[in-house]
């Protein structure tokens, strides 16, 4: 079996063996190497086929015998094969992917004034990417001819693409640039996966701006890769397979709805026919303030509970992959919607008020379910992307099929 892997200095997690695992067959390892071992790593390592990332894109050129037209136009390889007789090819696959991503996400690039935000290696390749589709790219970089500091020069772009990390995991929750002046969008593309949905992208949809993130970009650009490891060319369904794949695996399915409607509940139950992580965010409040959220509104008020349930649910938004059970009123807060959004599809569990109990409740006790229900029901509707309606029984691979669904068309684009 020929062995494959992804070589870069401080590499941490990757989703790359989880993508190559079901892309061929073939061994795929994570290779960390320091900077002096590098040229020796590629000439003599045990290897047939390797991915490159930062900071290794530009320095494995030299050690090439050949290089492919897109590592020739963008100056940086990010995949090298050895062939039989010994010989070195490098490419870069990050071009065919981000114009797979252009293409899933039906945004018209030809002709049109798009902004490249960034200037770094991720940039070059999507610049190459946004000519061989037509466009028309316009570098915004922190100190170039065009910068973040004379934006109004371009305000009549029509397509945005964010290659700065500004946004990413763990820092989300910020965007590189304000949308609201660029009237003509009619795009926004972020190369970002994680989170599903960084700033820029929340800040799209809000404006109702078609927009997608980098994930289909990653699974593609890895498909061609293995096109460079086998010789064998693997059919566009095996991207959008594995894409599918990634999205149920790295998404949350987070829960909203009356108290003790049975998100908490439905919560273990998804657990435990699935290898998702549960959070219940009342667990997580009680967790950080030392005591539980019937105490905290009793003792400090409803104020400084939404407070602190804000700052939980921040935290817990940027999890991927796990469930997540919120309080009642996680609604309450404009603020909640993105940090719950952001890597996660919101899920409204809807029951008859007739079903749900109050004891132990507080705030259900005090308003009544029925008044309750009339002020969150507009919040809960605005939050959702999906509504589910319960009755006294309810079927847990009904709810995981709808979300599914629904899950992959929030990610193919807005």
């Known amino acids: 079996m020929a062995r494959c892997g992804l070589l870069g200095e401080k590499l941490g997690h990757s989703y790359s063996p989880f993508i190559h695992n ?11 190497r320091s900077p002096e071992s590098v040229e020796d790593f590629i000439k003599n390592g045990d290897w047939n086929g390797l991915n490159v990332t930062i900071p290794y894109k530009k320095t494995v050129f030299p050690f090439m015998d050949k290089i492919g037209d897109f590592a020739q136009k963008t100056g940086s390889i990010n995949v090298i094969v ?12 990050d071009v065919y992917g981000f114009i797979k991503l252009v293409e899933l996400s039906k945004i018209d690039v030809s002709g049109k004034k798009t902004l490249v935000l960034g200037n770094g290696g991720a940039a070059t390749a999507v610049i190459v990417g946004l000519k061989e589709l037509g466009a028309v790219p316009v570098i915004i970089s922190r100190s170039g001819e065009f910068n973040y500091n004379n934006l109004e020069l371009n305000y009549d772009a029509e397509v ?9 995991y763990p820092n989300t929750g910020k965007a590189p640039l304000d949308l609201a002046p660029f009237k003509n969008l009619k795009g926004v593309i972020d190369i970002i996966y994680n989170p599903a949905r960084p700033e820029l992208l929340l800040q799209a949809e809000r404006l109702g701006i078609p927009c997608i993130s980098g994930l289909y970009m990653l699974v593609a650009q890895a498909k061609k890769a293995a096109e460079i490891f086998t010789g064998k060319e693997i059919d566009d369904n095996k991207t959008d397979e594995i894409f599918h794949a990634m999205i149920r695996r790295l998404q949350n399915i987070v829960l909203i709805g009356m108290p003790g409607c049975g998100k908490s509940t439905i919560a273990r139950e998804i657990t435990e ?7 219940d965010a009342d667990d997580e409040i009680e967790k950080t303030a030392g005591m539980s959220p ?5 003792e400090k008020g409803e ?3 939404r407070r602190i349930e804000s700052s939980v649910l921040l935290e817990l938004g940027k999890k991927s992959g796990a469930v997540i059970a919120t309080g009642g009123g996680a609604v309450v807060r404009a603020e909640n919607y993105d940090y719950l959004h952001q890597n996660g599809i919101i899920v409204w569990l809807r029951r008859d008020l007739s079903l749900l109990p109050s004891n132990g409740r507080p705030l259900s006790q005090q308003k009544g379910l029925e008044r309750l229900f009339d002020e969150r029901a ?11 309606r319960l009755g006294e029984k309810h079927s847990i691979s009904d709810i995981l099929d709808t979300v599914y669904k629904e899950l ?7």
């Open 22 to 32: 079901m892309l061929g067959d073939y061994s795929y390892e994570i290779f960390e």
């Open 82 to 93: 050895r062939k039989p007789d010994g010989t070195l090819y490098g490419d870069n696959t």
């Open 160 to 168: 945005i693409v964010n290659t700065t990390p500004v946004g990413m």
């Open 273 to 279: 026919c699935t290898d998702r992580a549960l959070f």
């Open 294 to 298: 019937a105490q905290i509104i009793k």
């Open 303 to 305: 104020d400084e509970f």
């Open 378 to 388: 507009p919040l809960y509707e605005k939050f959702a992307d999906i509504t589910i």
């Open 408 to 414: 992959v068309n929030e990610n193919t684009c807005n």
